[in-house]
């Protein structure tokens, strides 16, 4: 029989499948998932803070690095306390307005965190292949029009994509994930949904060719590097954790949407949750790690205020 269709989205309800934890696990893994949330809002705004207080670090290079800590944290905030409220209190619903919500912020997460990483790939192109020109190039005014755009850009994306799949009659109100996605939400239509396929092809293009450029970006980096000690150790300082960082976050993207596409409901529930959340949870946790491990300036900061907190406490 036909399932009935859903014309009122106030009232709508999805029930969550990903989560199935025994009554004996679950403050186990509400614990660890706490414990991770508070990590990665901590290493984050410790990179951010430092940023903002060494002046020393008001280069552009270091601006483009604290706005992805910001990222990291915008998207942590998105995924961590819905789930950890499902954990507290046996929770396994969302209402239409808060998955819509939830759709959008997640989404704008990962188109920032792309193009962010694009904008940073395009800025040590600058400043390794024109050293010369880098300053006049880079200006203040222009390092914080690209932020902005970045955040514009993403914001307007993530609406589309979410106008597209809100106006659609659903026919079901079950999602096989810990968290509402857009793609989860979509295959509950009864409705042709080309126009929401169309507009994932074309998302998919635009961040497709944004790879090619810091792949391009990055070739003519390695040249230049070739021909001076120097630009090799500025690449290795710099250059290494941003790639280091798309690596990561284009492998973990690209599990969950193949995955959400094209995987199979009938396989490991753990396999499909991990698959599903890597790119919520490692990128914005280690991506600060990474900066703050290789950047020397930074470390030395950090180390420097952290050793300030020690001797005022003894």
Known sequence: SRPPWFNSSQQIVFVLHGLNVTQTNKHIYFSLTLILYLFTIFVNLIVIVTIFLEKMLHDPMYLFLC????????????????????????????????????????YSFAFCEFTSLTVMAYDRYVAICKPLQYHSIMTTRKVWTLLLLTWLFSWLESSIGMGLTARLPLCGVNIDKLYCSNWAVVKLSCVDTTLNNLYGFILTFSHVSQTILILISYMNIIKASLHSRVQRKKFMQTCLPHLITLTNFTISLTFDVMYARYGSNTSLLALRNIMAVEFLVVPPLVNPIIYGMKLTQIRNRVMQMFNRKVAALI
């Open 67 to 106: 706005n992805l800590c910001i990222n990291g944290i915008y998207g942590a905030s998105a995924f961590y306390p819905k789930i950890l409220y499902d954990l507290l209190f046996d929770s396994h619903v969302i209402t239409y307005p808060g998955c819509m919500t939830q759709i959008l912020v997640i």
